[in-house]
């Protein structure tokens, strides 16, 4: 398998630490609204990745956090009086949600900021002791003239930042040794939800919650790290300087990024205003369709948002669904049973798509070619199914779809529309069984219902219903 490396700028063979296993660690979302589709575009990639890794047969041990304490979180809990956590409690629960309709599997582990402030605290010391990060005025900060590799991420010249950086200093920060150093500890602003510490009460900063936690799950050295491209710097610069210095070994091995998703050729973003959340698109789309759109492009290529383009991805969907459905009908009810001679001999024919796709996705994840594959099975698949086909044969041509759909997180399934008014009648059904005292029959229909994607709300209007 080969990756494209930030670090080496080179594709490289990729060598797990432990033969069969997989560590790996991608930047979650900062938990203060709806997640928009530019955030689900490192979620999707990195969990196909993960799915084919596993696919091949590793173990693979994927992190990935919640930001859980920042001044966006702040700010909204300030806006709605509510408290920070319940923001981002709010927040979790809504992108776990988006996740699973995206078919995004869970992390193995979604460790949160504010469960690991000891952790930090502890690294932050280890850096002072070690002279890497020093104490002002209840502010620490990384000293970065300290950590000779400092740049190596982003093959930056540090010469240039650092002249930038200092016309940029900022009030309050002309305390800092070098312009390139960065925040460990702030303490709290009024208001604002703190900790305790030896230098302050106050919060750590951004970048040392990842290396904390990657450490503490994955262990000193990781396989891979990754996130969207605009974590290169200085997030992850940020995060290898704190990890290296404090831990004396690297801190990954394949740092993987991607690029962004844009509208109007720019990049989608809160700051902007020019996003959509993935509830808005799944008012519209099944989630599955912005599955495939995305995957449709290789992960280093920027990607155009538009709905023109996720209208063809819908039909391109939908022609594998029928596809699926019609083989699966087949394989029920086709004439002849057993495969003929002639049908097996075509076996290694069907394979080879499997090869194909392989290749595809070992070429530094290129699943823009791998979806390209599973259309050419398609196209295979119709055209042996137009004429005489065994029930087997149809199975076995079906199975190979479905399995090159389960590694890139995709189920072709054909969705039923369910109509309004079978379900009006359906509810007219269950009010029918209670005013009858036949709640078994009502909770049934209930539950049919419930299966159909419909809850109902019992109001003191009456019933009324809504799709989930
Ligand atoms: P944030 O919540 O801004 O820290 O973002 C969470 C993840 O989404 C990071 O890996 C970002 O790099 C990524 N991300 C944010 N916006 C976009 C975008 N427009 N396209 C692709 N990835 C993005
Ligand atoms: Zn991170």
């Not at 993960?50 to 859980?68: A, I, L, P, Q, W």
């Amino acid at each position: 398998m080969l990756f494209y490396n930030t670090l080496t700028k080179k594709r490289e063979e990729f060598v797990p630490i432990e033969p069969g296993k997989v560590s790996m660690y991608v930047c979650g979302p900062t938990v203060y609204d709806f997640i928009h589709i530019g955030n689900a575009r490192p979620m999707i990639i990195f969990d196909t990745l993960r799915r084919y890794m596993e696919h091949k047969g590793y173990e693979v041990n994927y992190v990935s956090n919640f930001t859980d304490v920042d001044d966006k979180i702040i700010a909204k809990a300030i806006s709605e009086g509510v408290s920070a956590d319940e923001i981002s409690e709010r927040y979790i629960k809504e992108c776990r949600q988006d996740m699973e309709h995206m078919n995004v599997k869970p992390a193995t582990v979604h460790p949160r900021a504010t469960q690991e402030i000891g952790g930090m605290i502890e690294m932050i010391q280890d850096l002072i002791d070690k002279g890497f990060a020093y104490a002002k005025n209840g502010t620490v900060y990384f000293r970065t003239r300290t950590f000779e590799d400092y740049g190596k991420l982003s093959h930056k010249n540090l010469d240039d930042l650092r002249s930038g950086n200092r016309s940029l200093l900022v009030t309050g920060e002309d305390e800092k040794e070098d312009p390139l150093d960065f925040v460990l500890w702030k303490p709290k602003k009024e208001g604002e939800p703190f900790w305790e510490s030896p230098w302050s009460e106050g919060r750590p900063g951004w970048h040392i919650e990842c290396s904390v936690m990657s450490r503490k799950y994955l262990g000193n050295t990781i396989d891979i790290h990754a996130g969207g491209e605009d974590l290169i710097f200085p997030h992850h610069e940020n995060e290898i300087a704190q990890s290296e210095a404090c831990n004396g070994v690297e801190f990954a091995h394949y740092w993987l990024h991607n690029a962004f998703l844009n509208i109007d050729n720019r990049k989608m973003s809160k700051s902007l205003g020019n996003f959509f959340t993935v509830r808005e698109i799944e008012k519209q789309y099944d989630l599955q369709i912005l599955r495939l759109f995305m995957l449709s492009a290789h992960y280093r290529s920027p990607l155009n948002f538009s709905h023109e383009l996720m209208e063809s991805s819908k039909s391109a969907f939908e022609r594998i669904c029928n596809a699926v459905d019609n083989l699966n009908f087949l394989a029920q009810n086709a004439g002849q049973e057993a495969m003929t001679e002639e049908e097996k001999a075509k076996l290694p024919q069907v394979k080879a798509f499997t090869g194909r796709f392989d290749e595809a996705m070992d070429d530094d994840v290129n699943t823009a070619d791998a979806v390209s594959v599973v259309f050419d099975l398609v196209k295979f698949a119709n055209s042996e199914a137009a004429g005489e086909i065994s029930r087997e044969y149809a199975k076995a041509l079906k199975e190979e779809i479905l399995i090159l759909g389960d590694i890139l997180g995709l189920r072709f399934e054909k969705k039923e529309e369910v109509l309004d008014s079978e379900i009006e009648e359906l509810i007219a059904e269950r009010q029918a069984a209670r005013k009858a005292k036949d709640f078994k029959k009502a909770d049934e229909i209930r539950g049919r219902l419930l299966e159909m994607g419909i809850t109902l709300l019992d109001t003191r209007e009456g019933v009324k219903w809504k799709r989930s």
